[in-house]
């Protein structure tokens, strides 16, 4: 085969794409993450992320789209946006994250998982809490919400159509400014799978370029 038709079965090979194997749980309340309980209240009041105690401020039903102002609480997170791997800060080692914690203070989680060599697609992250939330992944905000009542799942879900190979970071910061708390957590994937044709091709490739070096020698 020439350098210049190996080439192109190769080019066909990366344009053909994946099929999607069925969704696998990533993550789960089982999950150990690091964990930050450091936080205390000192975030309380500095924006509509973070309402004061809910006797004053009631219990809002609000969406966020843009990242919240976490300046105030900088000392205790580190650098859990940008090294999570290695943040700094008031950080635990690994272990379950607790579905409750001290009431009107805020805590954080980074949760790591890997998305294989191939990627995943259908990424949702699906959430229960009491009272709000804050969701990045790879430090890429995802969005945050507030809803009044209790932590079941579904009650926030943010979704990603495909995520990249390899080893990747969920960040959240859970909000309370109630009289209780709660958290529940389920966050899914399909991993990438190459078709048979890609596989096919794929073979055809290698083959040829056993066949160039052939050639050459």
Do not use: C, K
Request: proline letters at 5%; hydrophobic letters at 45%.
């Amino acid at each position: 085969m020439h350098t210049r038709n190996l080439f192109a079965a190769i080019a066909l090979f990366v344009g053909v794409g994946f099929a999607h194997a069925a969704p696998v749980t990533l993550i789960n309340g089982a999950t150990q993450g690091l964990y930050n309980s450091g936080l205390g209240t000192v975030l309380d009041g500095t924006s509509d992320a973070f309402p004061a105690a809910n006797v004053s401020a009631g219990d809002p039903n609000l969406s966020f789209a843009v990242a919240p102002n976490l300046t105030p609480a900088a000392g205790a997170l580190g650098n859990w946006l940008t090294t999570p791997a290695t943040p700094g800060g008031a950080w635990s080692g690994l272990q379950v994250i607790p579905s409750a914690w001290a009431v009107n203070t805020e805590t954080a989680i980074i949760y790591s998982f890997d998305a294989g060599a191939t990627g995943l697609n259908s990424f949702s992250a699906s959430f229960g809490i009491d009272n709000g939330i804050f969701v990045w992944l790879d430090g890429v905000f995802l969005g945050g919400e507030m809803r009044p009542g209790g932590a079941s799942l579904g009650e926030h879900v943010f979704n990603v159509a495909s995520v990249g190979a390899g080893l990747h970071h969920l960040q959240i910061l859970r909000e309370d400014h109630g009289g209780g708390t709660g958290y529940a957590i389920n966050v899914t994937g399909q991993y990438n799978v190459p078709e048979p044709t890609t596989l096919a091709l794929l073979g055809l490739a290698i083959l040829g370029l056993g066949v160039t070096r052939r050639h050459r020698t």
